[in-house]
């Protein structure tokens, strides 16, 4: 009988501290977000009357986020800003994505050729949509009128050449032009801010990075923590530091628990909490010096830094849809065939983080796995 009692005790509290937690807001958060907060749209352009680069860091392969910065680029241009930034593209190939968005017909063979180039398993429709919506509004302008621009932030990659080993000489070869984020810091500097232009990019979490460093153990650090700042974001905002803004798009949090990495929600559940209130409207809203920037979060993104706050990891919030309605990008099924599956098996990233892929059959199964994998980390938040 006291076993029963004590089971239904501990079941309770479970239940009772998932509420709290997830309803651990004020009211007057709940009541910024409904005086204070835009649509996303709006957001991202009103932005832009302030800051140059806007970077937008995402989860990969989430479909609103996609579909949100294609539906973007109408408005963009109105408003003086003519390229967005793809961290999913190399250097490489730009002339020929710059022909393509200008062509008198969209090629998608030649759009998923310049995807290939860069990774060989990124076959995601949503990706390469980004390119025909490009194409497709520029071919509303004026013939004389200045051309929207998909610009390519990355180089290819030589994983061939990798050894199995991450240390200096196996990165190298397999990063033969450098820092990759330096890379991509170099390109916009070059492109866009000394050009008195401005860009809004789409890179993954990590290289939206500005003010926040992600921090690590290390055994002569004080605390015996150490904080890398070299991603793209520092690296810009190091240098610009006015004139560059980010903005997080809503997606899972990683925490650990026990020896074991789980997804979380963000703030402990309390912004999927306050949207529920607020109906699930798509909004986007300040972190730094506004009451949901004083959230505070749990997850492994607080490691070294006591008392964590939304508002120390970004400038701004972009919320599309609860993470458990949040969709995978779609895969395309000859993306990798017979004819490029060498390629592909030669070129494949980051090998030693994956299973092994042997044959076409394999490769393509990872292909739409990974592009489902979203679903799966939020089927339970």
Known sequence: MMLRYLRMLSLLLIFFTGSLAAQSY??????????????????????????????????????QNLQFVTQLIPELYRNGIYAIGMEFGAQEDQHVLDSLILAPAYDEMTARQIMFHY?????????IDVYKAAWKFNHTLPANARKFRILNL??????????????????AKVFPKGTVDKFRAQIIEREILK???????????????????????????????????????????????D??????????????????????????????????????????????????GRLTDDSQH??????????????????????KKLEGCTPIDDFVNEHNIQNAMEQFPDPEWHEPVTNLEEMRQFIKMNGKRIEEECKNL
Request: hydrophobic share 35%.
């Open 119 to 127: 990774n060989v398993t990124w076959g995601y429709q949503e990706y």
């Open 26 to 63: 004020t009211p007057e958060m709940l009541a910024y977000i409904r005086t204070k907060a835009t649509s996303p749209q709006a957001y991202v352009i009103e932005k832009f009357k302030t800051y140059d680069v806007v970077l937008l860091g995402e989860h990969h392969l989430v479909k």
């Open 195 to 241: 050009s008195d232009d401005k860009i809004l990019a789409l890179v993954g979490t990590p290289h939206a990075y500005t003010r926040y460093g992600s921090p690590y153990y290390s055994f002569n650090a004080d605390g015996f923590c150490a904080f890398d700042k070299n991603w793209l974001g520092n690296r810009l905002y190091s240098k610009y530091p």
């Open 302 to 323: 607080a490691m070294c830094y006591p008392g964590f706050t939304l508002d120390q990891f970004f400038d701004g919030y972009i919320y599309l849809a609860p993470l």
């Open 154 to 171: 990355s180089y290819v990659f030589q994983w061939k050449g990798f050894d199995g080993k991450r240390n200096q000489d196996s990165m």
């Open 243 to 292: 004139q560059v803004f980010n903005i997080l798009l809503h997606q899972p949090f990683m925490k650990e628990m026990d020896g074991q990495y789980l997804w979380t929600s963000p703030a402990k559940g309390s912004i999927e909490a306050i949207m529920a209130q607020n109906q699930h409207k798509q909004v986007g809203f300040d972190l730094s010096r506004t009451p949901l």
